[in-house]
C-alpha cells in the first residue's frame, strides 16, 4: 500500500518548493477570503492556473482549502471560487462548513470533496456520516491514536492524517479563543495563536501554582511522524500532510524532501519496518534536516495514545532547531569601566567592531558554513545570541564565531537555519522545471513507415478511465542509410533529450531495423510532439472538465436549504416568550435555576453519571468530542423519543438512528441557511446557535430555522477543549483524575494583562477553558425572540446555586420586560456582549 505526502503551499515559491521535493499532492489558498491561513501569501487565479499545469505535468495533484465556515451572503461568491478553481485545474477542494460542502455537492457533483479538520470528525460513525453526505475524503482530527485510526479506516473513506507541524492545543473546529479574546476567529481563518502565549496557572487566591519554566501552559511541539511512516500505512492513511502554509519555500523543500525520502523508503523496503509504532528507521541525514527546519521539538504522542508532559514546550514557542553542540570558551567582549560611584558603563573609546567578542563552540553534529546558530544560555534564556557559521565543520570538531558578548561556558547551541535548505530550495526554484516525471519511451524506426516515438507515464495519477497518460507522434518515413546506419544507442541519446519538457526517460523500448539512416534533427521534432502530445493528454481531462462546469446559481444557500428542508407553509408566528433554559453543573444548581424560573435543564453527561438528585427531564449534554473510546459512556444517553444535545456530527448520526430528539450544539457552527438545513434533514430537532454569531446573523437563521432555535445568552463561554490536562503544567500529576486535587479546585489561567480564563478538566483529562468576561445578552432579547430565537440559556457550569439564581432571574425579568413593552435592564458591567455587535471577520 501506498500513502500520498501531501505538502502546504502558501504562495508561488513554496508551491515550487513541494513539487522540487516530491510532493504527490500539494494544498493551498486562492484569494484571501475563504480559507484557513487568510495571512498567508495565497493564489491569485492566475498564479493558480499556472500552479495547477505545473503540477499536473509533474503528476501532483492540486487541492483547494475553504476551510472556514461560510456566511449566507457570501455563499455565491465562495461557489464562484469553487468554480473558478475548478475552472483552472483543482483536484479537490477541503472543505469546514456544512452548508458550503452540501451547495458544492449538489452544484457539481463531479467535483472531489474533502471534509476538513476544522469539521472535528474523529471516529467512525462520523466519517461514515460525512462519506453518505459525499465526502470523497475525511482529514482527522490531530487527536487519535494509531489504534483509532486503524478502525475508522475500515469504513472505506480515504483518511487524511497530519504527520508533521504544528499541534492546535484545541481540537480543531471547536477554538472560539482567539475570537473570544481578540475578535480573530480560527473558524475564520485569522487565528491569532493565543495558545503560544505566556500564562500562568492560578488558584482561587490569585496564587501561581505552575511550575517554574513552565510558562506556556498550551503551547505543543510539533508533530513528527517520520519513524511511523509504516505504521501509518498499515493503518490505512490515505495521505499523510505537512502543516505549513505559513512557512518559508526552504523549509516546505526541507520537510517534505525528507518525508519524501521516508515514504519512497518504506515501499522499496517494507521488510525494514513494521507496523508497529516508531517502527521505521530514519537515516541520520533525514532526522537532520527535520531538525533544523523550524520546530518547537517534535513528538508523536497523540498516535500513541498519550496526552502527558512529553509533548509540551512549556518553555519556548519559537524555533528550537537542531542541538548542535555548547560553548566552551569565550574571549574579547565589550569592556566595561566603573565610574566614580562604582557603576559601570561601557568604554566609550572602544568603536563596535572591537567590542565584540569570539566564542569556541563544540559541535556533535556537522555544521555548514552560512548556518545560523543560537546560543541560549539555560539560567538566562532571554539572553540569547545568534551567530553564524563561518566554515563547514565535521561533528567532534570546533568553530570560533564572532558574536556581541561573551556567553557562559557549557551554554546550549543549536543551528536554528540551515544554509543547505536554503540553498537547496533556491537552487530547485531557480530550474526552468521544478520537477520532471519519469516516463517509458517506446522507439519504433521500420524502414518505409513513420518514424515514432510513444511515451508513456510511469507514476502520478491515472486518468479518469483508469490508465496512465501516453501519447505517441510520427514523423519522417524511415529509409534506409545512405551513409552511416543509425544504431539503437544513438536514438535514445537523442529521444531521451527531453530538455526543458516536463518529462525524464525511464526506460526505453527500440524497435529498429537494421540499416536504417535518419537525420536527428528530425528525431528531435518527432520527439518534441510526443512531449507535446502527452502534456495535451495529461492535461485534457481537466479541460473536458471545465467545458461542463455548471454556472453559480444565485442565492445558493436559501436554495440549498429549500431542497433539503420543506418551510412550513406559513411560518409560526415568533414566539410571544421564550423557554428559559440552564445549564446546571449540580443537582443543586438545576433546582435554584428551576426556582428562579427555568423550565429546562441541561447537564454534562459525567454530573447526570456521578452525581444523584438531577431534576426529572434533564436533558444530557454529549462532549463536543466524541472519539471511539467515548462511545461507551456517551452513546447511552441518546434514547429514541428523548432530547439529547449534540456537539458533533457523530453524536448528530446516532441519535437520528436511534429516533431521539437531537439538539445541535453551538461547537457544530452554523452561519449560513444551508449548514441550518443540512443539520436539520440529517435529523436536528433544535439547534444552539453560535457565540460567534453577530444579533442580525442570529435573527437571520432562527427566522429561517423550522425547529426550535436556541442561544446561550448568559454565562461564560468555552473557547478551548483539550486532549491535554492544562493543570499538568503544576508538574504535580497523580495520574489519577478520580483523586486529583487541583481538579476540584477553582483554578484559572491568567493572561500576560492579568485576565482570568478558569479552567475545568474532566475525568479523563481532558481540560475546558472558558473566557475571562462573562456573556450578558439578556438587553437583547426581545430582538433574540421577534427572531424566532425561542430557547433562551443560562450557562451555569462554573456557577454555584446562589449566583445561577441570579443569572436566571436577570433573565426571566427581561423577558417579561419585553413582555411588559419594556426595555430590559442595561448589561451587567464587567460583561461583554460577544460578537452580537461586532463579527469576527
Not at 478502525?151 to 497530519?162: M, N, P, T, Y
Amino acid at each position: 500500500m501506498t500513502m500520498e505526502l501531501l505538502a502546504p503551499a502558501g504562495g508561488e515559491e513554496p508551491f515550487r518548493a513541494a513539487l522540487a521535493a516530491g510532493a504527490d499532492a500539494i494544498y493551498c489558498g486562492v484569494g484571501n477570503d475563504f480559507n484557513a491561513r487568510r495571512g498567508a501569501n495565497n493564489f491569485t487565479y492566475d498564479a493558480f492556473e499556472r500552479a495547477c499545469r505545473a503540477a499536473h505535468l509533474a503528476g501532483t495533484r492540486v487541492y483547494v482549502t475553504i476551510n472556514v465556515v461560510v456566511r449566507d451572503e457570501e455563499m455565491d461568491r465562495a461557489l464562484a471560487l469553487v468554480r473558478s478553481a475548478a475552472l483552472r485545474g483543482a483536484d479537490a477542494f477541503i472543505i469546514q462548513d456544512w452548508g458550503l460542502f452540501e451547495a458544492i455537492r449538489r452544484t457539481w457533483p463531479e467535483l472531489e470533496l474533502h471534509v476538513s479538520t476544522q469539521a472535528n470528525v474523529h471516529d467512525a460513525r462520523g466519517v461514515r456520516w460525512a462519506r453518505e453526505r459525499g465526502a470523497h475524503r475525511v482529514t482527522l482530527s490531530r487527536e487519535l491514536s494509531l489504534a483509532e485510526i486503524g478502525h475508522i479506516a475500515k469504513e472505506g473513506v480515504e483518511l487524511e492524517v497530519f504527520g508533521h507541524g504544528a499541534l492546535c492545543y484545541c481540537y480543531s473546529g471547536v477554538c472560539l479563543m482567539s475570537s473570544m479574546v481578540g475578535g480573530r476567529s480560527a473558524n475564520r481563518g485569522l487565528c491569532a495563536q493565543p495558545c503560544r502565549l505566556l500564562y500562568d496557572l492560578v488558584d482561587e487566591s490569585g496564587r501561581s501554582v505552575s511550575a517554574p519554566g513552565r510558562t506556556r501552559p498550551l503551547c505543543p511541539k510539533d508533530a513528527c511522524t517520520a519513524s511511523d511512516v509504516s505504521a501509518l500505512m498499515a493503518a490505512g492513511v490515505g495521505s499523510l500532510k505537512v502543516e505549513g502554509r505559513m512557512k518559508a519555500p526552504d523549509y516546505v523543500w526541507s520537510v517534505v524532501g525528507a518525508y519524501r525520502e521516508q515514504i519512497d523508503s518504506v515501499l522499496a523496503h517494507p521488510e525494514a519496518s513494521s507496523a508497529e509504532l516508531g517502527s521505521t528507521p530514519v537515516p541520520a541525514e533525514v532526522a537532520r534536516r527535520l531538525k533544523r527546519a523550524f520546530n518547537r521539538d517534535f513528538t508523536d504522542a497523540y498516535l500513541r495514545g498519550s496526552a502527558d508532559d512529553e509533548m509540551m514546550s512549556y518553555e519556548r514557542s519559537n524555533n528550537r532547531g537542531e542541538l548542535v553542540g555548547e560553548v566552551l570558551s569565550s574571549s574579547g567582549g565589550q569592556v566595561q569601566r566603573r565610574d566614580g560611584k562604582g557603576n559601570l558603563h561601557k568604554d566609550p573609546r572602544q568603536d563596535k567592531r572591537s567590542a565584540r567578542c569570539t566564542v569556541t563552540v563544540r559541535v556533535d553534529e556537522p555544521v555548514g558554513a552560512g548556518d545560523l546558530l543560537e546560543l541560549r544560555p539555560v539560567d538566562n534564556p532571554d539572553a540569547f545570541l545568534t551567530a553564524t557559521v563561518p566554515a563547514d565543520v565535521s561533528a567532534g570538531g570546533t568553530v570560533e564565531c564572532r558574536v556581541a558578548r561573551p556567553m557562559p561556558k557549557g551554554c546550549p547551541v543549536r543551528v536554528i537555519r540551515s544554509k543547505a535548505a536554503h540553498d537547496g530550495s533556491a537552487a530547485a526554484l531557480a530550474r526552468e522545471v521544478c520537477r520532471r516525471r519519469k516516463v517509458d519511451v517506446r522507439i519504433v524506426a521500420r524502414t518505409g513507415e513513420p518514424f515514432t516515438v510513444e511515451l508513456a507515464c510511469v507514476d502520478g495519477p491515472a486518468l479518469p478511465d483508469g490508465s496512465m497518460p501516453r501519447a505517441q507522434a510520427s514523423g519522417f518515413v524511415v529509409e534506409p542509410a545512405r551513409t552511416k546506419a543509425v544504431s539503437a544507442e544513438d536514438l535514445v541519446e537523442h529521444v531521451g533529450r527531453m530538455g526543458s519538457t516536463p518529462f525524464e526517460p525511464r526506460g526505453f523500448d527500440v524497435e529498429l531495423d537494421e540499416g536504417c539512416g535518419m537525420g536527428f534533427s528530425a528525431v528531435h521534432k518527432v520527439r518534441a510532439a510526443a512531449c507535446e502530445a502527452l502534456e495535451r493528454a495529461i492535461l485534457a481531462p481537466y479541460a473536458e472538465r471545465a467545458a461542463a462546469l455548471a454556472p453559480v446559481p444565485r442565492e445558493s444557500s436559501a436554495r440549498i436549504a429549500s431542497s433539503l428542508v420543506a418551510a412550513p407553509a406559513s411560518r409560526p408566528c415568533p414566539p410571544r416568550s421564550a423557554e428559559v433554559c440552564v445549564v446546571a453543573p449540580t443537582p443543586e444548581v438545576a433546582e435554584a435555576a428551576i426556582a428562579a424560573g427555568v423550565t429546562r435543564v441541561y447537564a454534562q453527561t459525567d454530573d447526570l453519571s456521578t452525581l444523584d438528585g438531577w431534576p426529572a427531564g434533564t436533558v444530557p449534554v454529549l462532549d463536543e468530542v466524541c472519539r471511539e473510546p467515548d462511545h461507551e459512556r456517551l452513546d447511552r444517553w441518546v434514547e429514541a423519543g428523548a432530547p439529547v444535545a449534540v456537539g458533533n456530527v457523530s453524536e448528530l448520526a446516532l441519535a437520528a438512528e436511534r429516533g431521539a430528539l437531537a439538539e445541535v450544539r453551538g461547537c457544530i457552527p452554523v452561519h449560513n441557511e444551508a449548514c441550518l438545513a443540512v443539520l436539520e434533514s440529517a435529523g436536528a430537532a433544535g439547534v444552539w446557535l453560535s457565540p460567534e454569531l453577530t444579533l442580525e446573523e442570529v435573527c437571520h437563521l432562527a427566522s429561517r430555522a423550522t425547529v426550535a432555535a436556541g442561544l446561550v445568552v448568559s454565562g461564560r463561554p468555552r473557547v478551548m477543549t483539550s486532549e491535554h490536562c492544562v493543570l499538568k503544567v503544576a508538574a504535580a500529576c497523580v495520574h489519577d483524575c478520580a483523586r486529583c486535587g487541583l481538579r476540584r479546585r477553582r483554578l484559572s489561567l491568567r493572561d500576560r494583562d492579568g485576565r482570568l480564563l478558569p479552567v475545568r478538566t474532566d475525568l479523563r483529562a481532558r481540560s475546558r477553558i472558558y473566557d475571562a468576561v462573562p456573556l450578558d445578552l439578556t438587553p437583547q432579547v426581545g430582538e433574540l425572540m421577534s427572531a424566532g430565537v425561542s430557547r433562551l440559556a443560562v450557562d451555569a457550569t462554573l456557577l454555584d446555586a446562589s449566583e445561577a439564581s441570579a443569572a436566571v432571574e436577570r433573565l426571566v425579568r427581561a423577558i417579561a420586560a419585553v413582555a411588559a413593552g419594556r426595555k430590559p435592564a442595561e448589561r451587567e458591567r464587567h460583561a461583554s456582549s460577544g460578537h452580537l455587535f461586532w463579527g469576527i471577520g
